[in-house]
């Protein structure tokens, strides 16, 4: 089969299509037939050798590139239940130490990854659900916060923080939404109460115009950290969505980093909402496995919103 790695650091011409074997399920594990891998900026930092500099991976000969997959059961490995061959499914591979992603024409995953894929949309669009839906919810559960709070919504447009201004507003919280200018629309039908334009010249002091005392708490998707930190009350919360952007907890703010970790339930929980139509899945572009590095590309020029897809 072929699958997309990197054996040596560097732009997206470090991507390599290479041929290996088909991988075999274990026991506890399935492997999936890959229809569709979403493209994320983790693989852009894991391809770069930017996480391995960050010692957030070891150095490796070869590294898998991939975290969402969306795809069909193909195999299942001994003492798993819930799922078989044909079942259309979602996942997300969370370890870095590996040598096969999502990036291929199979992967094998843990059952305990996986989801049934939502029903009614198609697997390209499905793909873009693991990795930003889990990061969103995984946060707003770290924040843990009453209905009727408040909550500022970095990068609200993009996939996280698309994904979070929904779920909280689902939650019945109040959302303000912080983004481009042309995007005040689109975060609005997400949920957001309030909008201020990422191009303000003082965040906090806008946000607080809108809210006074500021926020009961932030979720910071576009990693502004210690920018975005001054519109959230005294004692109250902060969920950083990446390593090294979280800020000092000043004025005694709880400062949460999640770290997105594969979750069956909660991949499933959202699978459904995906289906019910309150989570709203986007794809910036279809492109097949052997353009991996176009995807890299587009993905690492910005502005897209939705993710680019590999269709193998």
């Known amino acids: 089969m072929r699958a997309v790695v990197v054996r040596e650091f560097g732009g997206p011409e470090a991507l390599e299509t290479v041929e290996v074997p088909v991988p075999e399920a274990g026991a506890g594990q399935v492997r999936v037939r890959v229809e569709a891998a979403a493209v994320n900026p983790v693989d852009v930092v894991t391809r770069s050798g930017a996480l391995t500099a960050a010692g957030l991976m070891t150095p490796r000969e070869v590294t898998g590139i991939g ?147 500021g926020v009961d708490a932030a979720l910071d998707a576009a990693l502004l950290g210690t920018a975005a930190l001054g519109a959230v009350r005294t004692r109250g919360a902060f969920a950083a969505v990446a390593g090294g952007s979280e800020p000092v907890g000043l004025r005694g703010i709880r400062v949460t980093n999640v770290w997105i970790a594969a979750d069956a339930g909660a991949l499933t929980h959202l699978s459904t909402l995906a289906a019910a139509g309150h989570l709203t899945l986007r794809v910036a572009d279809t492109l097949p496995l052997t353009r991996a590095a176009d995807a890299h590309t587009r993905l690492a020029g910005g502005g897209l919103r939705g993710r680019p897809v590999l269709v193998p």
């Open 67 to 213: 975290w969402d997959v969306a795809g069909v059961v193909d195999a299942v490995g001994p003492g798993v239940t819930g799922f078989a061959p044909g079942q259309p499914v979602i996942g997300l591979r969370d370890r870095l130490d590996l040598d096969l992603g999502a990036y291929a024409d199979y992967m094998v995953l843990d059952a305990s990854a996986l989801a049934p894929a939502p029903a009614g949309v198609s697997l390209q669009e499905a793909s873009t659900l693991p990795l930003a839906g889990l990061t969103a919810l995984q946060a707003l559960d770290t924040l843990d916060l009453p209905p009727g709070s408040t909550l500022l919504v970095t990068g609200a447009a993009g996939a996280v923080g698309g994904f979070a201004v929904e779920l909280a507003a689902l939650r019945g919280l109040r959302v303000v939404a912080l983004a481009g200018a042309g995007d005040e629309a689109l975060v609005r039908k997400f949920g957001a109460e309030w909008f201020v334009p990422r191009t303000a010249p003082d965040v906090p002091a806008a946000v607080r115009a809108l809210v006074p005392g």
